[in-house]
């Protein structure tokens, strides 16, 4: 266990759904990201989030939409979907914004169908 | 891009043998670090390395870097079957981490 919990593991949602993915950190890192990693592509980068504050946002088309109450948690929203939006979902926490290493939760494996 | 570029794309060895990896990058950087990942599962840290620093051993790794060149390596001495993993190098990039594609290395028993 790396202390960062995604939840759930797995997903299935139509076009047409919305669904929310959780992460949650009890390390007391300040930065908290969302990646994106799809098949035979390196992972990137969606949202970067520093005490609550967004500082990054890479392009994500607004069908995503991220959302941090606090330092221990954020969500990623997402509603009508495409199929190409099928991947790996990884979130990770630092203690400070791409200087210490991050810790990584186990991913939610979204399919879109 | 920042992105680094890890060198081999996939590598096959037997247990028992040492495995090399390859990363290189293109801009300055504060630190680079490898990752593992099992297939499928999130990442994992293994080494952080600081631009200062030339060389950094952690049990059986030892990780190598060379700023002039923009690159580092990563050696897995006395391999095993349960290194079998993807390794991603990732280099901060302002407040973010740009991960490379990875060398996905397999150890054959």
């Known amino acids: 266990e790396t202390g960062v919990t995604q939840t759930p593991r797995h997903l299935v949602m139509g076009m047409t759904n919305k669904k929310s993915l959780k992460c949650e950190q009890h390390?007391?890192?300040?930065?908290m990201y969302w990646y994106k990693q799809s098949a035979k592509k390196p992972l990137e980068l969606m949202f970067v989030?520093?005490?609550?504050?967004?500082?990054e946002n890479n392009s994500v088309p607004s069908r995503f939409s991220p959302e941090c109450p606090n330092s221990s948690h954020l969500f990623l929203h997402l509603h009508t979907l495409q199929p190409e939006d099928s991947a790996l979902y990884l979130c990770?926490?630092?203690?400070?914004?791409?200087?210490?290493?991050?810790?990584f939760g186990q991913g939610t494996r979204l399919t879109v169908v | 891009s920042q992105q680094g570029e890890e060198d081999p794309q996939a590598l096959s060895i037997q247990e028992g043998e040492n495995a090399t990896m390859n990363c290189s990058y293109k801009?300055?950087?504060?630190?680079l670090q490898w990752y593992r990942q099992n297939s499928g599962r999130g990442l994992v840290h293994l080494i952080l390395?600081?631009?200062?620093?030339r060389e950094k051993h952690s049990g059986r790794l030892r990780v190598t870097l060379d700023t002039s060149k923009k690159s580092s390596s990563l050696l897995i001495t006395a391999s095993r079957a349960a290194d079998t993993a993807s390794y991603f190098c990732?280099?901060?990039?302002?407040?973010?981490?740009?991960f490379g594609p990875g060398t996905r290395l397999s150890v054959l028993p």
């Open positions: 989030y520093n005490f609550k504050e967004q500082t």
């Open positions: 990770a926490s630092s203690q400070i914004p791409g200087s210490t290493e991050a810790f």
């Open positions: 990732a280099t901060n990039y302002g407040q973010n981490f740009v």
């Open positions: 390390l007391g890192h300040n930065a």
């Open positions: 801009t300055s950087i504060n630190n």
């Open positions: 390395i600081r631009s200062n620093e």
